[in-house]
């Protein structure tokens, strides 16, 4: 069997194109404009590079973008007073705080003091306590855009086995949650997994998150199995640069009934994914109905 390629990309545009139609309905039928505010503290040039195309993705879908750039050595005093200013700001539905944070700032105080219903990264821990209840929250914006690849490709998940490999906050554990909230039934593995080839094995869906190049190959893949690959590694190969999902793509293809690439599966999508929640909080903010397929 050779994989159906899951085309994250085309996915990831017809979900920006369904947040750009919404967002002009919001203006011409109640004269609202939902807003995104990106805070990146410090200079790292990964960070500078995903805000940069956040604030594009954010401007081309029609929201307004509040960029918030700060130096490096920015007091914790001075990032929280920044989010209770934004917190209070009716034109932001929407906060990004950029991770990773410079060390001396404390990541969890950070993110817990914004407003929970203006979290669309889903990682204030009241968010990630409704979504481990079942209850409606912000979800994590890479595990939202699985999520709907997978209903796209399966119509209903109910009874199918999920085997999710990483256990990280951020993929793993709500992608788990997600699957569970779907009606699948949920492996967790990680690394530190007993037979990690057998469990992988028993997936209808296997979602590959560990941040390990090519750990899951073609023998650990059921045939005809749905195989998301969350991962984006940089590796050398044939003295070039070369990225690499977790997944080894070509033998786990062979065997795969579909399959997502890297890049150009699961990365386009958490961009998407950002701008539907910042949707779904500004109308959540202002009692409107939410976008319908852009949540979970
Ligand atoms: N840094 C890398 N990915 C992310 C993300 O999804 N959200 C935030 N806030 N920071 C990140």
Do not use: W
């Not at 256990?167 to 992608?175: A, C, D, F, L, Y």
């Amino acid at each position: 069997m050779t994989a159906k390629v899951i085309d994250g990309k085309a996915f990831a545009a017809n979900v920006r194109a369904q947040v750009a139609e919404h967002v002009a309905r919001l203006k011409a039928e109640h004269g609202l404009t939902p807003g995104l505010a990106v805070v990146l503290v410090g200079e790292d040039p990964a960070s500078k590079v995903y805000v940069k195309n956040k604030h594009a993705s954010t401007i081309e879908v029609g929201m307004a973008s509040f960029e918030h750039r700060l130096p490096a050595e920015t007091s914790e005093a001075e990032l929280l007073a920044l989010i209770d200013k934004l917190n209070a700001d009716p034109s932001v539905h929407g906060i990004l705080v950029q991770l990773p944070l410079p060390g001396h700032l404390n990541s969890e105080l950070v993110i817990n003091r914004i407003d929970p219903a203006k979290d669309v990264d889903g990682f204030h821990i009241s968010n990630v306590g409704l979504l481990g209840t079942g209850q409606k929250s912000m979800v994590p914006c890479t595990p939202l855009g699985c999520l709907m690849m997978l209903r796209d490709h399966h119509g209903k998940l109910a009874g199918l086995n999920a085997v999710v490999v990483g256990r990280s906050n951020i993929v793993g554990k709500p992608m788990a949650q997600l699957l569970l909230g779907d009606s699948c039934t949920v492996t967790i593995a990680h690394s530190r997994t007993k037979d990690l080839a057998e469990v992988c094995k028993r997936a209808d869906i296997l979602v590959a998150a560990v941040g390990r190049p090519e750990m899951i190959t073609g023998d650990m893949v059921k045939p005809g199995a749905t195989v998301i690959d969350v991962g984006i590694n940089r590796i050398e190969r044939d003295g070039k640069g070369k990225l690499v999902g977790d997944v080894h793509y070509d033998s786990a293809a062979a065997v795969a009934g579909a399959i997502t690439p890297v890049p150009g599966g699961v990365g386009p999508m958490t961009i998407a994914c950002l701008l539907a929640n910042t949707l779904t909080a500004c109308c959540r903010a202002n009692g409107l109905a939410e976008p319908e397929g852009l949540t979970a």
